[in-house]
């Protein structure tokens, strides 16, 4: 198992979401498939990143609602972002 290290950004993203507890629901469900190292469904369109992120992971938790994670070779998961495309990627 792997723990999961929140940044300080993932944090202050954190704190928009968590008012609504069917997006949470959502994440914490993908977040303990990452906790177990278990594979991220296929309908959560699981992938790689480049640019700012290149090494960096990526999937939809619903709709327009990201997780962006790092996954280095080590027993820590680190969750960097949570948001929309339009505010991770602007």
């Known amino acids: 198992m792997k723990k999961l ?20 629901k959502k994440l914490f469900d993908i977040l303990e498939l990452l906790h177990q190292e278990k594979p991220i469904p296929k309908e959560n369109r699981p992938h790689p990143l480049t640019g700012n992120y290149a090494g960096h992971m990526e999937c939809h938790i619903e709709g327009d609602f990201l997780l ?11 969750l960097v972002r949570l948001g929309s495309h339009s505010e991770l990627f602007c």
Do not use: A, C, H
């Open 5 to 24: 290290k929140p940044t300080s950004q993932y944090k202050k993203d954190y704190k928009r979401f968590r008012n609504n507890p069917r997006k949470l």
């Open 68 to 78: 962006i994670w790092f996954d280095p070779d080590s027993d820590v998961i680190s």
